[in-house]
């Protein structure tokens, strides 16, 4: 049994993130078709059989390139959004700074919440939830495996620390994690562990 958790292509710089409507960049179009074709290419290492993706654009955008190479469709969730920051989201850096001045992911309190959006401890108790259903329903095969997630960076990275039992908090330090990149979680004797992270191989 395992998962692959994916993150988005590269969206549009100069904009907070979170839960924006922005979408791709041409470039981060591009990452998504190639991991597609890589994914389409090696079907039977993958053998993927379920996609889930967040509903935000940019995770959409990229799931919608690998669909199309997979010919399979995907299951579009909310759980698997980003951090909601609220009234910042797609905002510009600059209007951002000005309207709410110091206010970023990692300046909050964990039970400080963005205007409008989520506290950090809102966003962590929403991934463990959704990630203890993910794998109680693969365990119990409603949902089939292997199973393709494509959501975001701060997403993965709690998921990390979830997996190697460690303490997060939103000043914790950021795994590595490029556009697109492959990360590997895997049903074990000991449980599930990560056993690759961060592969860009369809890139090269």
Known sequence: MKIYLVRHGMDEEGYRGGWSERGLTEQGINQSKRLGEHLHHHAEEY??????SSDLPRAVQTTREIEKKLNMQASLMKDWREMNNGDLAGMLHKDAEE???GVYFNTLEMD??????????????RISTSFESLLRDIEEQTVKSNVLLITHGGVINILYYLLEKREWSN????YPMDNTSVHTIEKGRHGWKLSSANVL???D
Request: aromatic share 16%; hydrophobic share 25%; no cysteine.
């Open 47 to 52: 053998n993927i059989h379920t996609i889930i």
């Open 99 to 101: 309207h709410y001045p």
């Open 112 to 125: 400080s919440p963005f205007p409008g959006g989520e506290s950090p401890r809102d966003f962590y108790n």
């Open 171 to 174: 000043k914790s330090s950021f």
């Open 201 to 203: 191989s369809h890139l």
